[in-house]
């Protein structure tokens, strides 16, 4: 008997609308089957377009992390930023859920709100805030198409936020000390073309992407009153 369950479809390299919707559902199933079970979120190819996406919801589901590759068609940058020399995964506690802002939006075919996701490691709290727009819809439709956006027309703009308080059990890691967490809301900008976003800059007054870099990820951690981020 073991503990560990799929939540999911199978993972469909050559469908290019379940990419995005992939990472969206296993989110979505965890409210409830994250009480119940150790998620599976299936294999994923290391040399996919998507493999840094796939991999940093892996990173942040508190799942196992396997992969399908071919022979000879390992992506090994991916494979150091998941497993560390030994083989072992740095996993963290609880399956990733979104959070609650996410919870009556459609962050894969509204066009209006970005898919974050948050979990828990032993020193930290993380925010994923993944870009799932323009990847189809739920339940998939026999035969629908996947509409690639017009090269030419303008970044389409999502707006957005973060806080400490999107970790719902971020006390876990929080001293007495501080108990008085402050706030943290800004303007996130992003630019949703297939599944990629831009960079957020962190300012002292706001988060944008006007610097034009690319970026399909994004993940805050929050420790306390501090904080630190990482994009890919």
């Not at 040399?47 to 992390?65: K, N, Q, S």
């Amino acid at each position: 008997m073991s503990g560990v369950a799929r939540i999911s479809e199978d993972y469909l390299p050559n469908e290019p609308t379940f990419q995005a919707l992939h990472v969206a559902t296993v989110a979505f199933n965890s409210l409830l089957l994250g009480e119940i079970v150790v998620p599976d979120r299936d294999v994923f190819f290391t040399d996919h377009y998507t493999a840094d996406f796939h991999g940093a919801a892996r990173a942040l589901g508190g799942c196992a992390v396997y992969v399908s590759d071919k022979l000879g068609k390992h992506n090994f940058n991916v494979l150091k930023k998941l497993v560390l020399p030994d083989g072992s995964i740095l996993r963290a506690r609880h399956a990733g859920r979104p959070t609650r802002d996410c919870l009556v939006t459609d962050p894969v075919a509204d066009a209006k709100g970005l898919l974050n996701i948050w979990n828990m490691n032993k020193l930290t709290g993380v925010v994923g805030i993944f870009n799932c727009q323009r990847a189809g819809k739920w339940p998939p439709t026999p035969g629908a198409q996947y509409l690639q956006p017009d090269p030419g027309s303008p970044p389409f703009i999502i707006p957005g936020c973060i806080s400490p308080l999107d970790v719902d059990l971020l006390e876990e890691v929080v001293d007495e000390s501080c108990n008085d967490i402050v706030q943290f809301i800004d303007s996130i900008q992003v630019s949703v073309i297939c599944l990629v976003n831009m960079v957020f800059l962190l300012t002292e007054k706001s988060i944008s992407s006007s610097q034009g870099q690319k970026s399909r990820f994004f993940f805050f951690f929050f420790l306390g009153q501090d904080l630190f981020y990482e994009s890919q």
